[in-house]
């Protein structure tokens, strides 16, 4: 199972961004919201300026909060790090 696989990255090297990343997704995708986002905004420290970070972490938001309309959830970085 390719979670099993990243999580196994991440033991071995738990600032792997590729592996942060990946992980996060499989576990939206899974719909484990609350841990991909703590995965993701991991990832987003490491490599803020990564684009496919943050349209992760937008889609993520747009799951989380039921809607469909992907302009209206252009989280930013600073929001999602609580940081504003």
Do not use: C, W
């Amino acid at each position: 199972e390719a979670l099993k696989t990243s999580r196994d990255v991440l033991t071995l090297e738990s600032n792997n961004v590729k592996a942060l990343f990946r992980t996060g997704k499989l576990l939206s995708d899974k719909g484990e919201y609350k841990e991909a986002m703590e995965v993701l905004k991991k990832a987003l420290k490491l490599e803020p300026t990564t684009k496919a970070i943050h349209a992760e972490l937008s889609k993520l938001v747009q799951r989380q909060s039921g809607g469909n309309d992907t302009q209206q959830f252009k989280a930013k970085p600073a929001e999602l790090l609580g940081e504003n």
